[in-house]
């Protein structure tokens, strides 16, 4: 079953422009990552932030979390045309599979 | 870093035939194998997860004696789609992981179409 929610679905931006998503989930978690993916291809690993840690930064990517409300947000700052891709938030429990949201497509025009 | 593969990267099938898909673990020894299956333009759905030497545990709703998981060592299972029609066309993507460890390293996937 899928925990996580994603929110935009779907976001358009200009280059240089900053894009948030942001995902929900529903249970208790030990990690929460983000993954991206570009259209027909793998996923690419890009943070993972423990439940105990509230802030985690990546270069241009800014992880927010906050278990109270269980709810994390991923930051790209001055994008690029390259960040052009699905992304997608993914919970689980120690030991566990992943359990992955709806992901937000995120396109960036020049 | 833990490298994960998949083959074949894509297959073309026809209806009724059986497909086997091989996620192998290359530098690392993976206790858990976790077997995804996407379909377009939609998240990754878990499908099983995959213990060494166990049988697979599969989740509500996926066919176990559709889709035959078998991990026979410790650095590949594999998932063998039988009797495949077009409706299982997707991609097709594995994970894995060491015993107690919070990463997970996922293989490029595996695209089927079935005609």
């Known amino acids: 079953s899928q925990q996580g929610e994603e929110d935009p679905q779907a976001l358009s931006i200009q280059e240089g422009e900053n894009a948030t998503m942001n995902c929900s989930y529903k249970t208790s978690i030990n990690n929460l990552q983000w993954y991206r993916q570009n259209s027909g291809r793998g996923l690419v690993h890009l943070i993972l932030i423990r439940s105990n840690e509230r802030e985690k930064h990546s270069g241009r990517l800014r992880v927010t979390l906050d278990t109270s409300k269980k709810s994390s947000s991923l930051l790209i700052t001055a994008s690029r045309a390259a960040d052009t891709a699905s992304y997608f938030c993914a919970t689980d429990q120690a030991g566990t599979a992943l359990i992955f949201g709806k992901g937000t497509t995120l396109s960036v025009s020049s | 870093g833990a490298v994960v593969s998949q083959h074949p990267s894509r297959v073309i099938c026809k209806s009724g035939t059986s497909v086997k898909i091989e996620c192998r673990s290359l530098?690392?020894?993976?206790?858990?194998m976790f077997w995804y299956r996407q379909f377009p333009k939609q998240s990754l759905m878990l499908m099983a997860t995959s213990n060494e030497g166990s049988k697979a545990t599969y989740e509500q709703g996926v066919e176990k004696d559709k889709f035959l998981i078998n991990h026979a060592s410790l650095t590949l299972s594999t998932l063998t789609v039988t009797s495949a029609h077009p409706e299982d066309s997707s991609f097709y993507i594995c994970?894995?992981?060491?015993?107690?460890?919070?990463?997970?390293?996922f293989g490029p996937g595996t695209r089927l179409t079935v005609l």
């Open positions: 994970s894995a992981s060491l015993a107690g460890a919070d990463t997970q390293y």
């Open positions: 530098d690392f020894q993976a206790t858990t």
